[in-house]
Structure formats: structure tokens, C-alpha cells
């Protein structure tokens, strides 16, 4: 079947403007999860979802992130004002979690390459 | 607090050799997850496996063993006889009973399998 899509695969943008990234999960996977790639840093958790909401926000670096879910599917993180250390790989991931959150297996997307110039 | 430390950042080694990847965990909890994935150049990460912190038998898959030990909280990975395929990032990541929706990852250790 389909795996977690994300659009688009790169994204250059200017200092200043807004972005939209986007989540397809897998179909029936109510977690979704978003982590961000910089180089050298690892993977750092920004945001996760259960079915449409949110019970963590905490891992979002800045009040300029901000994440949604709708219908239980699709997800978009938008970066408003984007600045240079925004630049990175942003990733999405889903699992089934029923009841178990993050011990599920995580099925990750191919991530969006941000660059901000 | 949580903590997930691969301190070895690259690894290179001939193929055919056998090789260890090192994870060192630190939590609170008594009840925990532990992670490995890989993430070849393509970028995708890939789930390798998970156990629970109520298991630590040994398990191997192929050319792929783990190692859990509660004891020295590591949770290392050993690939035998390397391929230059198993050339990849890989991450350790530990996820908390008591937090059920994040996963902490370590930072990767980046492995070269030479031909």
C-alpha cells in the first residue's frame, strides 16, 4: 500500500515569508507525528497528533510553527516569518497507535528539504 | 530526563567486517521502548526494531543482532559480515511509557561500509 507521503520534497523560500508543509499518513493510522532534520542536530520532535488533536505542542521551537489536522488525515505545518535556522529537513511519520502512541512502529515520509535563503 | 546517546558519530569499516553501533539510554521510567532506524542516502527512515524494557533477550534477524542490557541501559546493534548496502545513518531512539506520543532520538551515527 501507500506509505506517508509529503509535499513538497524541497522548498526554497526567502527570509520572512510563510511556508506550508504537507502530511499524507498511510491510510487508517490515526497518529502523525512531525520531526525536524538539521544537519548535525539529529532528529528533533516538533508535534504530535492524535486523530485531530494535538496533546503536546511543547516541541515547537517557536510560537511561528504551528500545526494541524483535519478529518483525521492529512497534516500541515506552517512556518510563518521564516527564518534561516529554519532551514532542514522536516519529516512526517504515522502510526497506527491505537492506544499506544509512539511505541507503535512509526512509518516515515520521504521529509520536506527547507531552505531558507 | 530522557536522554538517547550514540557517541560514535561515523564508522567506517571494510565490508565483510563486523560491526557495532553503540547506544547508551538514559529515563526515568521503568517501562520504555527502545528504537533503532536506519536512514540510507535515499533519506527515508526505516524501522529496524523494537523491544520493550520487560525483554532483553537478544534478538537477531539475519545479519542483524541487538543487544539490550538494562544494566549498563545500552542498546547496541551489531551488523555481521557488513555490506556496502548497510551504508546509512542509524538512530537510537527511546520512547517513555509515561509519554506515549514522542519518540527522543539520539544523533545518529553515520556508518561506511568500504568495498
Known amino acids: 500500500g501507500a506509505g506517508v507521503s509529503q509535499s513538497p520534497s524541497n522548498k526554497v523560500t526567502e527570509k520572512g515569508k510563510d511556508v506550508e508543509l504537507r502530511c499524507d499518513p498511510i491510510?487508517?493510522?490515526?497518529?502523525l507525528y512531525w520531526y525536524r532534520q538539521s544537519l548535525g542536530q539529529g532528529l528533533e520532535f516538533l508535534i504530535y497528533?492524535?486523530?485531530?488533536?494535538?496533546?503536546?505542542k511543547s516541541g515547537l521551537p517557536s510560537d511561528r510553527f504551528s500545526a494541524e489536522r483535519t478529518g483525521g488525515s492529512v497534516s500541515t505545518l506552517t512556518i510563518q516569518r521564516t527564518q534561516q535556522e529554519d532551514s532542514a529537513v522536516y519529516l512526517c511519520?504515522?502510526?497506527?497507535?491505537?492506544?499506544?502512541?509512539?511505541?507503535?512502529?512509526?512509518?516515515f515520509g520521504p521529509g520536506t528539504r527547507l531552505t531558507v535563503t | 530526563a530522557q536522554k538517547v546517546t550514540q557517541a560514535q558519530t561515523e564508522i567506517s569499516v571494510v565490508e565483510k567486517e563486523d560491526v557495532t553501533l553503540d547506544c547508551v539510554y538514559e529515563?526515568?521510567?521503568?517501562?520504555?521502548?527502545l528504537f533503532w532506524y536506519k536512514q540510507p542516502p535515499s533519506g527515508e527512515l526505516v524501522f529496524l526494531i523494537r523491544?520493550?524494557?520487560?525483554?532483553?533477550q537478544n534478538e537477531i534477524s539475519g545479519r542483524y543482532s541487538w543487544n539490550f542490557q538494562k544494566s549498563t541501559s545500552s542498546f547496541n546493534f551489531t551488523i555481521t559480515a557488513s555490506q556496502v548496502v548497510d551504508s546509512a545513518v542509524y538512530f537510537c531512539?527511546?520512547?517513555?511509557?509515561?509519554?506515549?506520543?514522542?519518540?527522543?532520538f539520539g544523533k545518529g551515527t553515520r556508518l561506511h561500509i568500504l568495498p
Open positions: 511519520a504515522s502510526s497506527l497507535a491505537v492506544g499506544a502512541g509512539a511505541r507503535d512502529e512509526q512509518y
Open positions: 491510510s487508517g493510522h490515526t497518529a
Open positions: 497528533f492524535q486523530g485531530n488533536s494535538a496533546p503536546d
Open positions: 529515563t526515568r521510567d521503568t517501562t520504555y521502548y
Open positions: 523491544r520493550n524494557s520487560f525483554d532483553e
Open positions: 531512539a527511546l520512547s517513555d511509557w509515561s509519554r506515549d506520543d514522542k519518540i527522543i
